[in-house]
């Protein structure tokens, strides 16, 4: 765990390189598809360098020799980064992405790119081009997306760190789908110059670490404002890895039933209400509240003309260089180019401001769902039924229950919580307002011990 291997390794009680050689030869026996490029000569460079800050007395930074895996949307300079897709096969960036960097200076040692689904559109993690990842907890089912690859890399232990990103959930689900913790930040709270967009007014960089805590330091290295990226909000960063142990007394933790709840299957809903059953004890007030979201599991937000533009440059000209599910999602998506985007601006101003007003008026600091609403599916599959509901289409289904706070832009995590029937990890979401990551934080930490 990178908490750990960065105490050892600044206490001197391991060498990053020796971290280094025991995860080359995990990345080596990778039987999950998580892995696409193993980034040894770059690594073993970082790893030395850390090692040679301590021998020369100097702070190497706080994940000092910590193995990190580098999701395949987010660029690293020259190394291969394909975005998942056949156009970019040979694409190699010429500098990292802020992200990277800020991780680089922070101590961290890159050892790999890892399995993402094609251009980031989709859950399940099958790439036709570059090979498809399977769920460490049942390599027949899918470990969500479409950060994947980080979250297998993370449960099997090949990395000790995988930050991803996220549009509509693809931190979160691949997290909730593979046991491990995964936050979807503020929007504006971390940079995402260098990381190939899907839509640009919901895309999100976070961290995914096997424990809260993990993720908490993550964020301190990755968070701030960039001159690169003019989305990124002047806000403070703040020291997350003491809100992990403050607790939740006193905070009001708002349970939405409907939707939320309603449209999960049974098992997967009284798993996440264990979780707050959880927060209960810790000493969180609970209460009801109302987030009904405008249609049912599916996105219900198009995306503007300007940021479709920035998806489909490539798109239908080149439409055979194309997966056969992007195929298929892009040409079901192609009405949205239609959409007046004053209007969709206008909607989505409109739903953020009615969902801040009902939970500050409730005088709620955290809203607790699931963060799944069914069982990982098995590869292959492409509609899902669950909850007595009609069969979905795989792909909008898993992030039925996590898009919401991307439209929103609020902070989210998903941690494990518990087992469904199929003995598959549950993910219980935390979402609060705006820049209040301290509360998902320590909220999910109570969790996190309720459920070891």
Request: one cysteine or more; proline letters at 7%.
């Amino acid at each position: 765990m990178s908490l750990v291997i960065a105490e050892q390794v600044r206490g001197r009680e391991r060498t990053a390189s020796e971290v280094l050689d025991e995860h080359l030869e995990k990345l080596a026996a990778d039987e999950l598809g998580a892995v696409w490029r193993v980034t040894e000569e770059r690594a073993r460079r970082e790893a030395a360098a850390v090692d040679r800050a301590l021998a020369e007395g100097r702070d190497p930074g706080p994940l000092a020799g910590v193995p990190v895996g580098w999701k395949d949307l987010i660029d690293t300079g020259g190394i291969t980064t394909t975005y998942g897709s056949s156009l970019f096969r040979d694409h190699v960036p010429d500098r990292d992405a802020d992200v990277v960097a800020r991780f680089t200076a922070a101590g961290a040692v890159t050892v790999a790119k890892l399995a993402t689904h094609e251009l980031a559109w989709g859950t399940t993690n099958q790439n036709p081009h570059f090979g498809s990842c399977k769920n460490p907890h049942d390599p027949t089912r899918v470990p969500g997306g479409s950060s994947g690859g980080s979250g297998a890399a993370l449960a099997s232990g090949m990395v000790a760190a995988a930050p991803g990103t996220d549009t509509g959930g693809s931190i979160r689900c691949p997290a909730s789908c593979c046991g491990v913790v995964g936050l979807k930040p503020t929007f504006g709270r971390v940079s995402l110059a260098g990381i190939r967009m899907l839509c640009p007014t919901l895309d999100h960089c976070g961290p995914m670490a096997r424990t809260v805590g993990e993720c908490a330091l993550q964020l301190e290295v990755m968070a701030g404002e960039s001159p690169r990226d003019p989305r990124t909000t002047p806000v403070p960063v703040e020291r997350w890895t003491e809100a992990v142990s403050r607790g939740v007394a006193g905070l009001t933790v708002g349970v939405a039933e409907r939707y939320f709840f309603e449209h999960t299957a049974p098992d997967i809903a009284a798993s996440a209400r264990r979780g707050v059953d959880a927060l209960r004890d810790a000493g969180a007030r609970i209460v009801e509240v109302d987030m009904q979201w405008p249609t049912k599991l599916g996105i219900a937000d198009p995306f503007t003309p300007e940021e479709a533009a920035t998806i489909w440059e490539f798109w239908p000209e080149r439409r055979a260089d194309f997966g056969r599910d992007v195929q298929r999602d892009l040409t079901a998506a192609e009405p949205m180019l239609a959409v007046d985007s004053a209007i969709t601006s206008q909607n989505r101003l409109e739903y953020r401001a009615r969902m801040h007003e009902a939970l500050v008026s409730a005088g709620v600091d955290l809203v607790a769902t699931p963060a799944q609403a069914f069982t990982p599916p098995h590869i292959g599959v492409t509609e899902v039924s669950f909850a007595g509901e009609e069969a979905f289409d795989v792909t909008f289904a898993m992030c039925g229950l996590t898009q919401i706070f991307n439209i929103l832009g609020w902070p989210a995590i998903s941690v494990p919580s518990g087992r469904d029937d199929a003995n598959m990890p549950v993910g219980l979401q935390l979402a609060s307002l705006p820049w209040q990551e301290s509360y998902c934080l320590a909220a999910a930490a109570v969790v996190e011990a309720a459920s070891i």
